[in-house]
């Protein structure tokens, strides 16, 4: 746990790189709903290059570089996920695989809230099934409850981007809270 006058300071991953992105929208709402005592800034995955295990065997690129520093500095993550085809989309897949290679892999014991937008009706139910899956493999240690899908978008945002949905807006900020909690309880402190 980084000292930081008590604050937990969580880290939000967009999966989707569009500029009118609900799972962005979602991370801005959970910035607003959040507890006092977390700190929680978003992080792009724009210009992480495609995974090549000959780049990798030269060095991290520096968005990469830059990706898994602010993975180490985090006390936790709350993951976005878009649902593309049943799955989490290509470009978040890529970070992870990007931020799971050696040395000190900065997923591995990271605390991490799933939550996912769709315009349609399953709330990317199917997409964050295969991402708890990727995040056994790197031993994250995921939040299970309670789990956050948020379907039917179109009428969950204002015109501006806004979480307006009240009963969304209760169960991301329950969330959060739990997030605090499970991070506290499970990160080891340094
Ligand atoms: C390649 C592709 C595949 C998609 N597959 C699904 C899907 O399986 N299930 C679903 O609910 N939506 C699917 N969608 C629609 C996305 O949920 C929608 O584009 C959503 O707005 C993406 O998230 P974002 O708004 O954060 O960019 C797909 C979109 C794309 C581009």
Redesign the pocket.
Known sequence: MTDNNGIIDVLGV?????K???????LQAAAELKPETMALDGCELAGIPIYDEDVFQKGFPPAVANFRERIAKADALVI?T??????I?GVLKNAIDWASRPPDQPLNGKPVAIIG????????A??QIHLRQVCAALNMLVLNKPDILI?A?AGKFDENGRLTDETTRKFLADMLVALEQWTRTVRRRD
């Open positions: 967009c999966g989707s790189l569009r009118d992105s609900y799972n962005r929208m979602a976005a878009p649902e593309y085809n049943f799955s989309p937008v769709s315009p349609g009706m399953f709330g990317t199917r997409a379907p978008a």
